[in-house]
């Protein structure tokens, strides 16, 4: 089935692209610790290396694979419902917890349950969550083939 | 639901990469469907029948 006519896809080699955007990223992040930066460029700097490692996920999570077609398919649909369904269950359950330790007394921040609902904050973790379990399960499939052989 | 794909992979003597090569998908999807793990579309099933010559009934039954 020819998934082009139903989803829109960067081609594949935006993947490779990400990957190394992803790196670059990482790598800034971590130069970040050890460099002593100083002014405007100590608050810009962590902010590009997060928009850098955001791009690349972007880029390895819409692009296409070698093949793609209704099984890669599924598999992206599965893995963001998936992802969406743990993300809020979690946010629910945590958001419940909370709210109980505050009446109690126990737990005094004032917004953190606020927090929690962040719109921001959930779109990254569902979309991280999707992008992990995607990979996982394609590569789980590659493997079972591989063993099979 | 289940399938002799297998079955009829075996009898041509093709393999895996071969049939999904000629009906132009993955070989993860293939893998998928034999061991009973992805149920294909109506559009793949009518493909994978006409490549073997049957009918889609032949080829995929409900448990």
């Known amino acids: 089935m020819n998934t082009k006519k139903k989803l829109f896809l960067l ?3 935006f993947q490779s692209i990400g990957w190394i955007v992803v790196g670059v990223g990482v790598l800034a992040f971590i130069t970040y610790f050890f460099l002593k930066l100083e002014n405007r460029l100590a608050v810009t700097y962590p902010l590009y290396a997060s928009l850098a490692i955001y791009i690349g996920l972007f880029l390895v999570g819409f692009s296409r694979e070698k093949r793609e077609d209704e099984f890669t398919l599924h598999l992206r649909t599965n893995s963001a419902l998936t992802a969406m369904l743990v993300i809020f269950a979690i946010r629910i359950v ?4 909370l709210v109980i330790l505050q009446a ?12 929690l609902f962040d719109e921001n904050t959930s779109f990254s973790s569902v979309f991280i969550l999707y992008l992990i379990l ?11 083939i591989k063993d099979e052989e | 639901m289940k ?10 003597r093709i393999s895996q990469q071969e049939l999904a090569d000629a ?11 034999e061991n009973g793990k992805f149920i ?14 049957k009918t889609v009934n032949e080829i995929f039954s409900l448990d």
């Open chain 1, 134 to 144: 995607y990979k996982v399960r394609l590569a789980r499939y590659n493997k079972e």
């Open chain 2, 23 to 33: 009906i132009g998908v993955s070989r993860q999807t293939i893998y998928a469907i």
């Open chain 1, 104 to 115: 109690k007394g126990v737990f005094r921040k004032d917004g953190i349950v606020e927090n």
């Open chain 2, 40 to 53: 294909p579309s109506t559009e793949l099933a009518l493909k994978m029948s006409a490549y073997f010559g």
């Open chain 1, 94 to 97: 945590l958001g419940i917890v």
């Open chain 1, 11 to 13: 081609p594949y080699r």
């Open chain 2, 3 to 12: 399938n002799n794909i297998r079955v009829e992979r075996a009898i041509l």
